[in-house]
């Protein structure tokens, strides 16, 4: 079973989102038998790739006077959910970020990256904007940070990959992010409860279940419907 994340490293709600994802897919009885691919979405894919700002000019900016008061509140329900949440951290373009995680994909290392760069990027307020530092963080996710250098010198590499995404989400009806597609059937939006994800996951297997005993049934002539022979 394939469950599809579309989500941006800078976004709030992917970042607790994913620990309640993580949570409830780490209940579940058949995690084994899960793949979890994360989708590139950048929040602001024209972000120009040279500046970068603390995050609270940039929400004081977009949302007047309460916008650094809307991250407190956001700070408040992560750490709820027992994760670190730095209201001082920076903000920039994720275009970088977003190829690399393509790359860590075909190295077999996608989530571990993933992970590390919502902790620097919340939990420790670390920048993820340089292709240094990207480099670095790939590093701490135990790939090759040279190889990675390599990656983000090329403007191009994995780049139709992170656009495929984001038509691809559009195409799903995704308005924002984090959107979850669960075995390509049904979708979920948002930093949804603990038991939305579990709900989820079991109606997705359940529904894999269905398809399968119905997979390869036939109706005879004589009026005999019946289901795949099973061994």
Same mark, same amino acid.
């Given at each position: 079973?394939?469950? +599809? ?27 084994? =038998? ?5 989708? /590139?979405? +950048? ?22 006077? &309460? ?5 407190? =509140? ?32 075909? &190295? ?6 993933? /992970?590390?760069?919502?902790? #620097? ?13 990207? #480099? ?27 656009? =495929?995404? +984001? ?27 603990? /038991? ?9 297997? =359940? ?25």
């Amino acid at each position: 079973m394939r469950i +599809e994340i579309w989500s941006d490293v800078v976004c709030p709600w992917c970042y607790i989102a994913e620990a309640r994802f993580t949570k409830a897919l780490a209940e579940f009885p058949h995690r084994d =038998q899960v793949e979890v691919v994360h989708r /590139s979405f +950048e929040l602001d894919p024209g972000h120009d790739g040279t500046h970068v700002e603390p995050v609270q000019v940039f929400l004081q900016r977009r949302f007047g006077e &309460q916008g650094p008061a809307m991250d407190e =509140q956001v700070a408040s329900r992560a750490r709820r959910e027992g994760l670190d949440y730095r209201t001082d951290r920076q903000v920039g373009s994720t275009l970088d970020a977003h190829r690399l995680l393509h790359w860590a994909k075909a &190295q077999g290392r996608q989530q571990q990256l993933m /992970s590390v760069l919502f902790e #620097a990027n919340f939990a420790k307020a670390e920048t993820i904007f340089t292709q240094q530092a990207l #480099a670095d963080l790939a590093g701490s996710a135990g790939l090759d940070p040279e190889q990675a250098r390599g990656v983000l010198a090329n403007p191009d590499a994995y780049l139709d990959a992170v656009r =495929q995404d +984001e038509r691809a989400a559009a195409a799903s009806g995704a308005q924002g992010v984090p959107f979850f597609v669960f075995d390509g059937h049904e979708a979920l939006s948002g930093a949804q409860p603990l /038991s939305a994800f579990r709900n989820a996951l079991n109606a997705a297997w =359940q529904k894999r279940v269905v398809d399968d005993l119905e997979e390869g049934a036939v109706c005879t002539p004589d009026g005999t419907c019946a289901g795949p022979a099973r061994p």
